[in-house]
């Protein structure tokens, strides 16, 4: 069993931050790449950044200068830093990891999805 657990999100005026954090539990062999999607109403859900097991990174141009994504391999965690936010970052923000098992081919798993809010 594989679980990934957000925190992080909220509500926040335009210009302002936000930290969004995913930690991953469970019976993991390897992570590879680490990442985070989101959802606004109405709208597919898209990439906003991910981060592979070697550290290369890729961000949608939409946040790109604005949003930083790191990772911390010893605890199975990755963040997201999230600066001069925008009302159109408006959005559910999902956790995704593709993570292997012992004997099993990689799967990806998903968070609950924290909401984040930008408004004045």
């Known amino acids: 069993q594989v679980q990934l657990v957000e925190s992080g999100g909220g509500l926040v005026q335009p210009g302002g931050s936000l930290r969004l954090s995913c930690a991953a539990s469970?019976?993991?062999?390897?992570?590879?790449?680490m990442g985070w999607y989101r959802q606004a109403p109405g709208k597919q859900r898209e990439l906003v950044a991910v981060?592979?097991?070697?550290?290369?990174?890729d961000y949608a141009d939409s946040v790109k200068g604005r949003f930083t994504i790191s990772r911390d391999s010893a605890k199975n965690s990755v963040s997201l830093q999230m600066n001069s936010l925008k009302p159109e970052d408006t959005a559910v923000y999902y956790c995704?990891?593709?993570?292997?098992?012992?004997?099993?081919?990689?799967?990806?798993?998903w968070g609950q999805g924290t909401q984040v809010t930008v408004s004045s």
């Open positions: 981060i592979s097991r070697g550290s290369r990174i």
């Open positions: 469970g019976t993991i062999f390897v992570i590879y790449a």
């Open positions: 995704n990891a593709r993570i292997s098992r012992i004997g099993e081919p990689a799967y990806d798993y």
